[in-house]
């Protein structure tokens, strides 16, 4: 039973640029969910795909957007990147949009590095 | 607006029990979850409260005080591989019932 894969797991950019990274859900599951996590805090929630389309988001800018592909695949892309935006960025799969009894199933992440 | 608390590191010896507190401010409370984090690795579930009391499974216990704001993780026979990050991450109506995740506490185990 494949997990959730996440591509690629590290890259540099510099300011100004685009980045996407990309996720596989979890074998069964059908929501994608992405988040931003800095050194030494937790996962903040980016937004939400379901159905392919985004259905919830949190407080992040605009550059921030995505994708869902019919086979439930994401993708998050970020442009005009800042330093700020250095983070290991997390893919979470679960079925349906709810969050079942608390549990998200993680991919391994993509570590940002911002120039 | 919402708001977790836990301590940021605890330190512990292997073999003993520990304690990670978890305080919770928000609307419309659904439940209190714990993730295990090693470093460089994914975030993994250990357990999720939507109800008051214990939930054990194995070595890992979790509680849920509703009334209280309040949670906490205990760890019994700590081994080396337990040294991680553990975040409490709740579940609310104020979040849309997307999980909110405290800052993590960082758990060193001595030999």
């Known amino acids: 039973d494949a997990g959730v894969t996440q591509s690629p797991t590290h890259l540099i950019k510099t300011r100004g640029q685009q980045v996407t990274l990309r996720c596989s859900p979890k074998?069964?599951?059908?929501?994608v969910s992405w988040y931003q996590q800095a050194l030494g805090q937790g996962p903040q929630f980016i937004f939400q795909?379901?159905?392919?389309?985004?259905?919830q988001r949190g407080n992040f800018p605009d550059r921030f957007s995505g994708h869902q592909f019919p086979n439930y695949s994401s993708e998050l892309n970020v442009n005009a990147l800042l330093l700020g935006d250095s983070a290991l960025y997390l893919c979470?799969?679960?079925?349906?949009?709810?969050?079942?009894?608390?549990?998200?199933?993680f991919g391994e992440g993509s570590r940002l590095t911002v120039l | 607006g919402q708001s977790l608390e836990q301590p940021s590191e605890v330190t512990a010896v292997e073999g003993a029990i520990v304690q990670i507190n978890c305080t919770y401010q928000?609307?419309?409370?659904?439940?209190l979850s714990w993730y295990q984090q090693h470093d460089g690795g994914a975030p993994t579930f250990l357990s999720y409260?939507?109800l008051d009391g214990l939930e054990e499974t194995g070595r890992f216990s979790s509680f849920l005080s509703r009334s209280d704001s309040y949670g906490y993780l205990l760890l019994q026979e700590l081994q080396m591989k337990d040294s991680a990050s553990y975040f409490c991450?709740?579940?609310?109506?104020?979040?849309?019932?997307?999980?909110?995740w405290g800052a993590g506490t960082k758990l060193i185990i001595k030999p």
């Open positions: 979470a799969s679960s079925l349906g949009q709810g969050v079942r009894a608390g549990e998200l199933f």
């Open positions: 074998s069964g599951h059908d929501t």
């Open positions: 795909y379901y159905e392919e389309e985004e259905r």
């Open positions: 928000t609307s419309g409370f659904y439940g």
């Open positions: 409260n939507a």
């Open positions: 991450a709740v579940r609310s109506l104020d979040s849309n019932y997307q999980l909110i």
